[in-house]
Nanobody
Framework: QVQLVESGGGLVQAGGSLRLSCVGSGRTFSRNTIGWFRQAPGKEREFVAGSGGIAGNTYYGDPVKGRFTISRDNAKNTVYLQMNSLKPEDTAVYYC?????????????????WGQGTQVTVSS
C-alpha cells in the first residue's frame, strides 16, 4: 500500500515557476514508478512526467518537455515536479501516482495509487 500527498500548488502569472512535491509512504516507494498527471475542467487526465524507481529513467509528455523537470529524493520518499515558463494552458489539478510497473508508463490505468491532487492556476 502506498499513500501519496501532493503540495506546492497555487496561483502564478504566466512565465512564472512552481515546484510541486509528492510525499509517499510505504516500503516500496523507492522502487515505484511515480508519475505526475493533470486534469483541467472538462478534459481527460493527462500524463505530465514520470520517474522510474528501479531504472532511474525520467520521461515527459510533449506539452511540458523542456519546461518541466521531475526529480526524486528516495531518502525523503519525495518526488518533485519543477515547472518553469508556465502557461495558462498548464492550469489544472495536478496529481501524483505510483505504479508497480517498470518502463515508462503513461496511461492512468497503469497506476495503482493516487494522491488527492493540488490546484495549479496560471494567469495570463
Amino acid at each position: 500500500q502506498v499513500q501519496l500527498v501532493e503540495s506546492g500548488g497555487g496561483l502564478v502569472q504566466a512565465g512564472g515557476s512552481l515546484r510541486l512535491s509528492c510525499v509517499g509512504s510505504g516500503r516500496t516507494f523507492s522502487r515505484n514508478t511515480i508519475g505526475w498527471f493533470r486534469q483541467a475542467p472538462g478534459k481527460e487526465r493527462e500524463f505530465v512526467a514520470g520517474s522510474g524507481g528501479i531504472a532511474g529513467n525520467t520521461y515527459y509528455g510533449d506539452p511540458v518537455k523542456g519546461r518541466f523537470t521531475i526529480s526524486r529524493d528516495n531518502a525523503k520518499n519525495t518526488v518533485y515536479l519543477q515547472m518553469n515558463s508556465l502557461k495558462p494552458e498548464d492550469t489544472a489539478v495536478y496529481y501524483c501516482a505510483a505504479a508497480n510497473v517498470v518502463g515508462a508508463p503513461r496511461d492512468v490505468y497503469e497506476y495503482d495509487y493516487w494522491g488527492q491532487g493540488t490546484q495549479v492556476t496560471v494567469s495570463s
